[in-house]
């Protein structure tokens, strides 16, 4: 299970991996170096017989400096951090490529619908493909999604996609996905919702457009009976 969220399907999910990466790797590093600098000075000015110890007020100059010099490199290495995070915030959250195919994604307790384009392609009309729960996409496909609320805050959640996005009450919310390869994953709510917030998973089904077109066709088919 764990490997399957590890599992990087969309294209953008690389990008905010590796925003982490360098989130833990700066901090790691700052944390290993503080940890050997504290107990060495601990070590190297233990108790030691017939030395006083000294009354250190840290206003001169070269006591400063162990404050100074850290805290400037810090702030480097914050800015650093910043500078990718605005990267990734705007090729994923504010930079939408231009949409292939548009879902609409409504969230309520306890349950995900999911609205698809029939065979005609657009949304809203009167062939589209409801379902419950189940999300069905193409791969290699830019997908625009209107995420919705019916009742409460939810927060629609493709872990190997990387995606969270809050579903706010009277709001439609547009976020992106391109998936690259084939595939059924996990759908999750990730905002406590009330008492059947476990409750409500779902599954995005990512097909080739020819599985697709036939699952297509076969909703359209029983839909017309």
């Known amino acids: 299970m764990i ?11 690389s990008d905010i991996d590796g925003l982490i990466t360098l989130i833990g790797v700066i901090v ?22 017939g030395v006083k110890a000294q009354y250190i007020t840290g206003e001169e100059k070269h ?15 914050d800015i650093v951090i910043i ?21 609409r994604i409504i969230a309520q307790q306890w349950a995900w619908s999911f609205v698809h384009p029939g065979p005609d ?5 009167a062939d589209d493909i409801k379902t419950v729960d189940e999300l069905h996409v193409k791969v290699n496909t830019v997908y ?9 805050l939810h927060s629609f959640s493709v872990p190997v996609f990387r995606l969270k996005q809050d579903a706010i009450p009277g709001r439609v919310i547009t976020g992106w996905f391109k998936a690259k390869r084939t595939g059924v994953h996990d759908i999750q709510c990730v905002e406590i919702c009330g008492i059947g917030h476990g409750l409500m998973p ?17 909703q359209a088919a029983t839909a017309s009976k």
């Open 3 to 13: 490997e399957r969220y590890i599992e990087q399907v969309s294209t953008y999910a």
């Open 28 to 49: 790691g590093f700052w944390f290993v170096l503080v940890e050997v600098v504290f107990f060495g000075l601990i070590v190297a000015f233990r108790e030691k017989k």
């Open 63 to 77: 006591q400063k400096r162990w404050i100074g010099i850290p805290h400037e490199l810090v702030l480097l290495c």
């Open 83 to 103: 500078i990718a995070a605005v990267r990734v915030w705007v090729n994923v959250k504010q930079t939408q490529p231009p949409a292939q195919e548009t879902v």
């Open 121 to 125: 392609g657009k949304l809203d009309t």
């Open 144 to 152: 625009h999604f209107k995420l919705e609320a019916r009742d409460v």
């Open 202 to 218: 779902a599954r995005i089904l990512i097909q080739t457009p020819e599985e697709y077109g036939t699952w297509q066709a076969a």
